[in-house]
């Protein structure tokens, strides 16, 4: 089937591979967040699907800029099954978020990738990303 829009369904599948990003614990929450995903214009949460298996997932944000002309894409989650990498699925799904992006009048996609995530580093480079260095974090206190 290849590349289309994820669904509620998924949701399972879409935890699996969140796993493999260590991500462990996705699936008492994943539903909702698939859903508020899926309702936000500025939001694009695809996955590439074979013989009913979702083998390739990634959420890309699309971010208006006041202060330059071009906006930007984020790619927040992007994440190939570790049993088929290197086989071309993850180039395909960044070349079809590109061209949205671009449709889209951005200028640019950034990516975070952990330090730990070295082959995801790699990939990165090879098509045509930049290193970016500084990136800052504050942890907000969470209410239940």
Request: glycine share 4%.
């Amino acid at each position: 089937m290849g590349i289309r829009k994820a669904y509620v369904v998924d949701c399972k599948q879409i935890s699996l591979l969140l796993k493999q990003l260590d991500y462990p614990d996705t699936e008492p929450f994943i539903k909702e967040k698939i859903e508020i995903l899926l309702m936000d214009p500025n939001e694009e949460l695809l996955v590439y699907e074979e013989e009913k298996t979702i083998i390739a997932l990634i959420s890309v944000h699309f971010i208006p800029q006041i202060a330059i002309k071009g906006d930007f894409a984020r790619i927040s989650y992007f994440a190939v099954d570790k049993n088929i990498r290197s086989k071309g699925i993850g180039r395909k799904v960044k070349e079809y978020c590109t061209d949205l992006a671009i449709k889209r009048k951005c200028d640019r996609i950034e990516v975070h990738c952990h330090s730990r995530r070295k082959d995801a580093h790699r990939f990165y480079l090879r098509q045509g990303f930049t290193e970016s260095p500084k990136y800052f974090i504050k942890m907000l206190p969470q209410s239940d």
